[in-house]
Nanobody
Framework: SVQVVESGGDSVQAGGSLRISCKASGFSTHLCDHSTKWHRQAPGKEREFVSAIDKEPKEPWNNYADSVKGRFFVSQDIAEYTITTYLQMNSLKPEDSAIYYC???????????????WGQGTQVTVSS
């Protein structure tokens, strides 16, 4: 079965950096096209999109929310049955504090695990 696990959340000072990870496993990257997104949700606020990365990224400048563009950078390590997606967060601001969630969407007709999968989230706290 497909599993998605985020890690790396921590408490940091404003202006600092942090890298969080999302490990998705249990499916074949040879059979499945995949798109991975980071979202975040702060207390009392709606969940918002942060960044996305596709199997074949086409327009990387469209892969980030305006609020994080130029500060956050997404990358991936792809193995046969595992994808690890990283979100490098620089110049962090208190308003970046939130639970960060990873979502992976698996598609293509050959993929037996087609679907939309979410992790449990990892907490990022930025203090001023």
């Amino acid at each position: 079965s497909v599993q998605v696990v985020e890690s790396g959340g921590d408490s940091v000072q404003a202006g600092g950096s942090l890298r969080i990870s999302c490990k998705a496993s249990g499916f074949s990257t040879h059979l499945c096209d995949h798109s991975t997104k980071w979202h975040r949700q702060a207390p009392g606020k709606e969940r918002e999109f942060v960044s996305a990365i596709d199997k074949e990224p086409k327009e990387p400048w469209n892969n980030y929310a305006d609020s994080v563009k130029g500060r956050f950078f997404v990358s991936q390590d792809i193995a046969e049955y595992t994808i690890t997606t990283y979100l490098q967060m620089n110049s962090l601001k208190p308003e970046d504090s939130a639970i960060y969630y990873c979502e992976i969407v698996l598609t293509s007709g050959w993929c037996p695990d087609r679907g939309d999968y979410w992790g449990q989230g990892t907490q990022v706290t930025v203090s001023s």
